[in-house]
């Protein structure tokens, strides 16, 4: 029998996903095989938009001053109507997570970073060339056969591990071996995509045109690329939207001569807006397009990919160590899937919008905006992006903080005591993520919280020391856990607070104020905050040790197993310029 190769996670496709995914197993010292049909990556550009979100995350990875060239920050989108009008500008200035909020980026260079990023792990590799053909499934593990097209032809070749994440795209075969639904629709409607090299315009943000008589789209790109897209009628086939000449008609009314332009490609594609019914099957699990089909309209089908990610890796990391059961991987689906498909549905309706063509819709919709544009408070809430639902997780590994129910979260603190009722916000913090703001420590300054606190489970205490709130038997929960201590204070005490708090405990100090706000707005002065940077749990801290046990309850914890990560690779603790 041949040779199976061994490892602990084996992923199918090397796309972003599946590359993200990689990154984070190999930061926490995990074996992992990728396996990719084709014979490298793909280097023509397909998504444009990347979000604050998943810049954090590439920011954990240690990545982020590799992927900054490829990008261009707060990006601005604008919608106009037939007559060139700007009826809607899309323009958030938040800086929230530590990044801007939208980046225009180039992604087979981004792409090309998380793949050389892998070369840092020495147990993860890249194969491309191999073509999963089977896979076998019992109580212990997977094992997959592929074919690998090599120079002397043809080679089949086994693959075992403990979990398999199939990445491969919307055509997924993992998502068909699973036998899970994939619900929604894909719109009738196609569009021609024109990427340029030596973008003919330079105008450097997003114009979505809502002409009925033909809407479009133009974007401009890092690296001088600007990408076309055209909505084609009915009729138009594949063949005459991709001949040049038509190409050339499209683009007449945009540059003056259109066939001098350099072409990268010319492609008609169909958007789609659809989500798997269950991201998980036993020990097959599914990311990406492969789990959801995001429609383009708000760059979001890359982003949520990078999300599953974040997502998946801390929670597989935590089962192979033997923290956790392996329960604990429904918590994917439970947290993961009922986004995916808010940013679907919201794709689709922005996208119904920009493709009116009638007449009488058309004058009604942008009748409505002239008169939504004299609001203030709606306007900001689109030029702001607060339309775009954030996740919100209420069901997973969570502990309620009224109730300190394990496993949910209700969106509203309802405490009858008093920091509560007086409490200037009484959204709950529980299943958000939390903030990223600019800290101080013995390090240095202007630290990104992220890199201070490190890649793993933290707490972190408002003005005060985790040792001293905390009691013995929680804090050895929190050490087999493997979290981080944090007191955060003003800059003003942090000093004090080095020289007389424990010395396991982190001092990070509020230099901008923006800490302090967020506690000030809130009765929760501590935090559970988990490796994916959503809040696990918050409370009074006389109410930390139960919200803690039920934390450690929806996590299904067991402490069997090292929880420490075996290799922590956040970037140095040193100045980030987002």
Request: with cysteine; hydrophobic share 40%.
């Amino acid at each position: 029998m041949k040779a199976t190769h061994e490892s602990e996670v084996l992923i199918i496709g090397a796309g972003p996903s599946g590359l993200a995914l990689a990154n984070i197993l190999g930061m926490y010292g995990h074996s992992v095989t990728v396996l990719e049909t084709l014979d490298r990556l793909i280097d023509y550009p397909r998504g444009v938009g990347l979000d604050d979100e998943s810049f954090r995350t590439i920011q954990t990875l240690g990545l982020a001053e590799q992927v900054k060239p490829h990008t261009t920050p707060q990006h601005i989108m604008r919608l106009v109507n037939g007559a060139g009008k700007t009826i809607l500008e899309n323009n958030p200035e938040t800086m929230e997570f530590g990044w801007h909020r939208k980046h225009s980026f180039i992604q087979p260079e981004v792409d090309r970073v998380l793949h050389e990023g892998l070369s840092r792990f020495d147990n993860v590799r890249v194969l491309f060339g191999h073509t999963v053909e089977t896979v076998e499934e019992d109580s212990d593990g997977v094992t997959a056969v592929a074919l690998f097209a090599g120079a002397e032809g043809a080679e089949e070749r086994r693959f075992s591990a403990q979990y398999l994440v199939g990445c491969e795209g919307g055509k997924s075969p993992t998502r068909k071996r699973l036998g899970v639904s994939f619900e929604g629709e894909s719109p009738s409607t196609r569009w021609l995509v024109v990427d340029v090299n030596n973008d003919p315009l330079g105008t450097p943000n997003v114009f979505l045109g809502a002409d009925p008589k033909r809407p479009y789209v133009s974007i401009g790109l890092p690296h001088a690329v600007r990408r076309f897209e055209f909505m084609l009628h009915d009729g138009e086939t594949e063949e005459q939207a991709t001949d040049p000449d038509f190409v050339n008609r499209m683009l007449k009314d945009h540059v003056p001569d259109p066939s001098s332009l350099q072409f990268i490609r010319r492609r008609v594609f169909t958007h789609h807006g659809r989500v798997a019914g269950s991201f998980r099957g036993g020990r097959q699990l599914i990311a990406g397009d492969a789990a959801h089909l995001m429609p383009v309209w708000l760059g979001q089908g890359w982003n949520s990919g990078m999300r599953d990610a974040t997502n998946l890796g801390w929670k597989l990391s935590t089962i192979l160590r033997g923290a956790a059961s392996d329960r604990l991987l429904d918590t994917y689906t439970s947290e993961r899937k009922e986004h995916a498909k808010a940013m679907v549905d919201l794709s689709l309706t922005f996208g119904a919008a920009i493709k009116l063509t009638n007449p009488v819709a058309v004058a009604a919709r942008d009748a409505a905006s002239a008169v939504l544009n004299l609001l203030p408070q709606v306007k900001s809430y689109f030029t702001d992006m607060r339309f775009k639902p954030m996740p919100r997780y209420t069901v997973g590994v969570l502990a309620d903080p009224t109730t300190l129910e394990p496993g949910h979260a209700a969106a509203k603190l309802t405490s009858r005591l008093i920091p509560v009722r007086t409490a200037k916000n009484k959204v709950s913090p529980v299943g958000v993520q939390f903030p990223q703001p600019w800290v101080t420590s013995k390090a240095g300054t202007n630290i990104l919280l992220d890199d201070a606190i490190g890649n793993w489970w933290s707490v972190l205490v408002w003005g005060n020391s985790p040792t001293d709130v905390l009691p013995a038997e929680s804090l050895a929960q929190l050490k087999l856990m493997g979290a981080r201590l944090v007191c955060l204070l003003p800059e003003t005490q942090r000093t004090w607070a080095e020289e007389n708090m424990d010395k396991d405990v982190l001092v990070l100090g509020d230099h901008t104020g923006q800490i302090k706000k967020w506690f000030d707005d809130r009765p929760t002065p501590l935090v559970f905050l988990r490796p994916d940077r959503f809040v696990a749990g918050a409370c009074l801290v006389q109410n930390a040790p139960a919200t803690l046990n039920a934390i450690l309850q929806s996590l299904e914890f067991t402490a069997d197993g090292p929880a420490v990560p075996a290799s922590d690779v956040a970037t140095p603790l040193v100045g980030v310029t987002a």
